[in-house]
C-alpha cells in the first residue's frame, strides 16, 4: 500500500495535469455560456498555478488554446496580449540590470556603501538592508541576494572572530568574498519567481555552519534574514523592480485603456518609495530588537573588544574594495546610461509638470507616445553599441597581425543566459486572462456578484484584501497571485463605485509580502540554504513582518497615495455601461 501511495506522489504533476480539466468540466457543460467558459479556464489556470504541476510559463498559454476554442477572443487578438507595453519594459529594465551584474558595479556599490555606514552590529543590519533594498530595485532580487549573504557572513566571521594584532591591523582576507557567478548551465530566477515548485538559487561560496555562542548565532540569523527580507521589500519601490508591478501597469493599461498612463514608473515611485522606506526602518527596528536584544549601547558596538572586532569586519570590507580596483571604462559607462535611463524615466511624463515626452513625441491630446519601455529599450540598445574599453585599436592575441575593437558593454550571449524569458510568457498570460475576463462579461457578473460590498468601509476593503493576498503569496507565485487576483478586484471596485486603484495597488504590494517560508520567494530560500536558520525561526520573524507590512501598506492607499492617483474620485476611464451611474453618484470617501 505505501508503494502504490509513494508512486501515486511521484506521478503527481501528470495525474493533476489529466484529471483536473475533466474535474472542471461539469462547469462549462452545465452552464454553456461565454463566462462559465472563461471561468473554467481561469480556475484551471489559477489550479496549476497553485500546484505548480506545470512550469508557470508553459500554464501561462493555456489562453492561446482555450480562448479560441471556446469563443471567447479570437487567436490573433489573444496572441497581442502576449507582448504589451509592459512586457517591453520589463525586457529593457533587464538589459540594463544585466549589464550592471556582467560588470560587477553591484558588488561596488554594496562595498562602498558598507564602508560608509560601518560595521557595528546594529548599524551593520542596517547598512546591508539599505544597500540590498537599493540593489533590489534595480536588479533581480534573486541577483542581489546571492550576492549580499556570502557578503554578510564573510564580515560576521570577523566579528565572531577572537582578535589577534594581524586581524585589527590588516583584516583577514575571507573566501567567501569570491562570489562565484552562475555558470551558462545553471539557470537562474529572476525577479522572485519559482521555476515549477523548485527554487533555484544562484550558486555561491558554500558556508558551513560553525560552532557558535547564542548570540553570534542569533545575530547570524538576523543578517541573513535581513538580506533576503530588504529585497522583497525593496523591489516594491521601482516599477520593475518585481514582477507583480508591472502585471499591475499591464492590467490596468487593458482593463482600462483610456486611463491615460495613470500608473507610470514616476507616479509608481512617488507612491511605492516611502511605503519601501517606512517598512525597511520597521524590519530594521524589529530584527535588531528580536536578534539583538534591547541593549542598544551593546547594539551600537560600544565597547573595547567590540570595536576590535568591528575594526577587523571592517579591515576585510575595504580590502575587497581595494581588490575591485579603480573603477574602468565599462563601469562608468554603464554607470552613466543608468543614471540616464532613470532621468528619462522620471522626467518623461511626470504629471506634476511637463515632460520631455509631452514636448518632443506628443499625440493629438498631448500625450507622450513615447512610453517607459520605449526609454527602457533604447537605453538597452545603446548597451549594445557602447563599446566596453576606451575607443582605440588593439592587436588581437588569437590573430597575430591584425588589430581588434573591444567588446560591446552587452552581448547577446551574456543576454540570453540571464534574462528570464519565462516571465515574459507569464506576464502575457496574466494580460490574456483579464482581457478573456473583460471580452466575455465575466468581469461584469463577478461585479455584479460583488456590489454586497458597497456597505463596507474603503479602508477596512483595503485591509481585508492585504491580508487576504499576504497570505495567498506565501504558497503561490507572486505573479500568479496578482494575475488571478487583480481583474477581481478591478471589477469589484467598478461595482461598488470604488476608484480601482485603490483596490488594486494594495493587493500588488502586499504580493511581495512573502517573509514567513523558505519555499515563498527565491531570496528566502538562499538565505535559508546558507544554514543556520530554521522553518520556525524564518516563521516567528516573518509574520509579524507581515502584519507590519499590511498596515504600512493600509497607511500608503489611505494617505499620499490620493493625490498622486486622484482616488477621492470615480474616474472617467473606469466607467463602463454597468458602472455609468457612478459618475453621477457622489463618491465614496
Not at 533594498?133 to 564580515?155: C, E
Not at 529599450?377 to 588569437?398: A, M, Q, R, Y
Request: with cysteine; aromatic share 10%; proline share 7%.
Amino acid at each position: 500500500m505505501a508503494t502504490c501511495w509513494q508512486g501515486l506522489w511521484a506521478y503527481r504533476s501528470y495525474l493533476l495535469v489529466f484529471f483536473l480539466p475533466i474535474f472542471l468540466l461539469p462547469l462549462p457543460i452545465l452552464v454553456p455560456t461565454k463566462e462559465a467558459y472563461c471561468a473554467y479556464s481561469i480556475i484551471l489556470m489559477a489550479l496549476f498555478w497553485c500546484t505548480e504541476a506545470l512550469p508557470l510559463a508553459v500554464t501561462a498559454l493555456f489562453p492561446i488554446i482555450l480562448y479560441p476554442m471556446m469563443g471567447i477572443m479570437d487567436a490573433s487578438e489573444v496572441c497581442i496580449e502576449y507582448l504589451k507595453d509592459s512586457n517591453i519594459l520589463f525586457i529593457g529594465g533587464l538589459l540594463m540590470a544585466i549589464a550592471v551584474e556582467h560588470w560587477n558595479l553591484h558588488k561596488r556599490i554594496a562595498l562602498r556603501v558598507l564602508l560608509i555606514i560601518g560595521v557595528r552590529p546594529a548599524l551593520l543590519l542596517l547598512g546591508f538592508m539599505l544597500v540590498t533594498a537599493f540593489l533590489s530595485m534595480w536588479i533581480s532580487n534573486t541577483a542581489t541576494t546571492a550576492m549580499m549573504v556570502p557578503i554578510a557572513h564573510a564580515v560576521l566571521d570577523q566579528l565572531h572572530r577572537t582578535p589577534t594584532g594581524k586581524d585589527v591591523e590588516e583584516g583577514s582576507d575571507n573566501p567567501t568574498f569570491e562570489l562565484q557567478e552562475p555558470s551558462p548551465q545553471k539557470k537562474e530566477t529572476k525577479f522572485g519567481e519559482k521555476d515549477n515548485g523548485q527554487v533555484h538559487p544562484v550558486p555561491a561560496a558554500s558556508l558551513e555552519p560553525t560552532a557558535q555562542q547564542p548570540e553570534e548565532l542569533r545575530f547570524s540569523q538576523g543578517m541573513s534574514l535581513c538580506v533576503c527580507y530588504s529585497a522583497s521589500i525593496g523591489g516594491i519601490a521601482t516599477l520593475t523592480g518585481t514582477t507583480p508591478n508591472l502585471v499591475l501597469q499591464g492590467q490596468v493599461n487593458s482593463l482600462f485603456p483610456q486611463n491615460g498612463n495613470v500608473v507610470n514608473f514616476a507616479s509608481w515611485f512617488g507612491f511605492a518609495f516611502p511605503a519601501m522606506a517606512i517598512l525597511l526602518l520597521l524590519s530594521w527596528l524589529w530584527l535588531q530588537i528580536l536578534f539583538l536584544g534591547f541593549n542598544f549601547r551593546k547594539n551600537f558596538g560600544i565597547g573595547g573588544q567590540a570595536q576590535e572586532r568591528a575594526r577587523a569586519a571592517f579591515r576585510v570590507i575595504q580590502t575587497e574594495h581595494k581588490l575591485l580596483g579603480p573603477m574602468t571604462f565599462a563601469e562608468k559607462a554603464v554607470s552613466l546610461l543608468f543614471v540616464t535611463l532613470v532621468v528619462l524615466w522620471f522626467t518623461r511624463e511626470p504629471g506634476f509638470f511637463v515632460g520631455w515626452g509631452n514636448l518632443a513625441f506628443p499625440d493629438k491630446d498631448g500625450k507622450s507616445m513615447a512610453s517607459d519601455g520605449t526609454v527602457a529599450i533604447f537605453i538597452g540598445i545603446i548597451l549594445f553599441l557602447v563599446p566596453s574599453k576606451i575607443p582605440g585599436l588593439t592587436p588581437d592575441p588569437e590573430n597575430p597581425g591584425r588589430l581588434k575593437a573591444p567588446p560591446a558593454l552587452l552581448n547577446w550571449k551574456t543576454v540570453n543566459e540571464k534574462m528570464p524569458w519565462n516571465i515574459v510568457f507569464l506576464l502575457g498570460g496574466g494580460f490574456a486572462l483579464a482581457k478573456g475576463s473583460e471580452k466575455s462579461g465575466l468581469s461584469e457578473w463577478l461585479g455584479d456578484k460583488l456590489t454586497p460590498l458597497q456597505n463596507v468601509p474603503s479602508p477596512a476593503i483595503a485591509f481585508i484584501i492585504c491580508l487576504l493576498i499576504a497570505t495567498f503569496t506565501e504558497c503561490t507565485s507572486n505573479v500568479a497571485t496578482t494575475t488571478l487576483f487583480l481583474p477581481i478586484l478591478a471589477s469589484m471596485a467598478q461595482a461598488i463605485c470604488l476608484h480601482p486603484l485603490y483596490v488594486m495597488l494594495p493587493c500588488t504590494l502586499a504580493a511581495s509580502l512573502a517573509f514567513m517560508l523558505p519555499v515563498a520567494t527565491p531570496p528566502n530560500a538562499i538565505v535559508f540554504s546558507f544554514g543556520g536558520l530554521k522553518v520556525s525561526d524564518m516563521a516567528r520573524t516573518g509574520f509579524l513582518l507581515n502584519i507590519i507590512g499590511v498596515l504600512v501598506i493600509t497607511l500608503a492607499i489611505n494617505s499620499w497615495s490620493y493625490p498622486i492617483f486622484n482616488l477621492h474620485t470615480f474616474p472617467s476611464w473606469a466607467d463602463t455601461n454597468n458602472t455609468a451611474n457612478c459618475l453621477a453618484t457622489t463618491p465614496r470617501p
